[in-house]
Structure formats: structure tokens, C-alpha cells
Antibody, heavy 119, light 109 residues
Framework: QVQLVQSGADVKHLGASVKVSCKASRYTFTGYYMHWVRQAPGQGLEWMGR????????NYAQKFQGRVTMSRVTSISTAYMDLSRLTSDDTAVYYC????????????WGQGTLVTVSS | QSALTQPASVSGSPGQSITISCTGTSSDVGGYNYVSWYQQHPGKTPKLMIYEVSNRPSGVSNRFSGSKSGNTASLTISGLQAEDEADYYCSSYTPSTTLFGGGTKLTVL
């Protein structure tokens, strides 16, 4: 069974950066795009971007351009999402999610990482 | 780009069928067959229920079906069961982003 295991909850101050990891197992990591989606408390889902683990190529939502960096280390099958200049609006659960087949649907999700931004 | 439009809530009795709509534009839902639906129970991670408009992943009940007409996609759940009570989100590919709907809360009466 495919597994995506994310790093633990984090608390950051305003203006700081956060880096969330997503370790994949039980499938070929480089064979599937990895997306990042976030969900603010009581709110809906919001797509942040994706990374091609094979090439390292990325696509980011315009809203996050300049503030988000997605990366990966293939030797340990781990993807990362780095978000800088945090504001209170960035308080959310951050998910990594595997692309089913480059068709922009997400068949496996990490357990989520709660990032709380406080003053 | 705006989020896709879903009704805030729908409800139905056990055994009935319900349909959740997801309205976009010709630049997203209407322009591509990359519409997905996700189920999310409170405190849980989203689960893929439908991909590419009408395809069900392995393990998803055939009580769930998807369709699209013009700029509106739909998720139909037949034979409602108590366990279907959850939030449902649609999503659509666009060349610049993936859009999600605002979510629909399904209540099984």
C-alpha cells in the first residue's frame, strides 16, 4: 500500500519560513508527480503547486509564486515544500498528494501537517 | 481564477440518490476532462472518489458516479448510506493551476 508520511506539526512566527517533508514509500517515487494542497481551519482545499520528482521541475499556483519552493531528494524518496514570509492566513493543514497519472487527480494523500502561524 | 461553485449543502435519506453540482467555466471544467471528486470525513484526509470526470479508482463503490455537461460537472451518489455523510470537493485542471470547489456538506437524514 502506497504511503506518504509527512513531518509533524509546527508553530512559526509571522514572517518566518516553514519546510514540510513528505516521505513516500511502496511505489516508484520518481514515477509520479507530487502535489501540495492546503486547507485552512474550517475551509476548503487549495492547490499550491506540484513537482516532478524525476526531473525536479515545478509548477506553482500564481498566488504562491515567489514564496513557495518545492524540492525533492530522490535517494530518500522525499518531497519538500518550503513556504516563506508566513502570515496568519498561512495557518492551515498542508498535504502532499500523489498524482494518479499526470491527470491532476490525487490518489494518495499524506496525513497532513498543521502549520500554525502566530504573532 | 475563482474557485469552482458547489452548493454549500445537500441532504438525502438512506437509500435515496443525490447529486452535487460543480460549476466552472469553459477555461476549466468545460475545457478539459480532468475533473475529480474527493470525499472528506471530519478530521480525515481527502479521498479520491472520481477522476477524469467519470472514472472510479479501484475500491470506490459503484454507487458513486460522475458526469459533465458543458461547464458543470456532477457527482451522483445512489443508495445513500450513513457512511456517505461527509464533505465533497470537486477539482478541475487548468493550464495554470488546479481549482477546487468550495465544498458541499452531505447530510444523510
Amino acid at each position: 500500500q502506497v504511503q506518504l508520511v509527512q513531518s509533524g506539526a509546527d508553530v512559526k512566527h509571522l514572517g518566518a519560513s516553514v519546510k514540510v517533508s513528505c516521505k513516500a514509500s511502496r511505489y516508484t517515487f520518481t514515477g509520479y508527480y507530487m502535489h501540495w494542497v492546503r486547507q485552512a481551519p474550517g475551509q476548503g482545499l487549495e492547490w499550491m503547486g506540484r513537482i516532478n520528482p524525476h526531473s525536479g521541475g515545478t509548477n506553482y499556483a500564481q498566488k504562491f509564486q515567489g514564496r513557495v519552493t518545492m524540492s525533492r531528494v530522490t535517494s530518500i524518496s522525499t518531497a519538500y515544500m518550503d513556504l516563506s514570509r508566513l502570515t496568519s492566513d498561512d495557518t492551515a493543514v498542508y498535504y502532499c498528494a500523489r498524482d494518479l497519472g499526470n491527470n491532476w487527480s490525487f490518489d494518495y494523500w499524506g496525513q497532513g501537517t498543521l502549520v500554525t502561524v502566530s504573532s | 481564477q475563482s474557485a469552482l461553485t458547489q452548493p454549500a449543502s445537500v441532504s438525502g435519506s438512506p437509500g435515496q440518490s443525490i447529486t452535487i453540482s460543480c460549476t466552472g467555466t469553459s477555461s476549466d471544467v468545460g475545457g478539459y476532462n480532468y475533473v475529480s471528486w474527493y470525499q472528506q470525513h471530519p478530521g480525515k484526509t481527502p479521498k479520491l472518489m472520481i477522476y477524469e470526470v467519470s472514472n472510479r479508482p479501484s475500491g470506490v463503490s459503484n454507487r458513486f458516479s460522475g458526469s459533465k455537461s458543458g461547464n458543470t460537472a456532477s457527482l451522483t451518489i445512489s443508495g445513500l448510506q450513513a457512511e456517505d455523510e461527509a464533505d465533497y470537493y470537486c477539482s478541475s485542471y487548468t493550464p495554470s493551476t488546479t481549482l477546487f470547489g468550495g465544498g458541499t456538506k452531505l447530510t444523510v437524514l
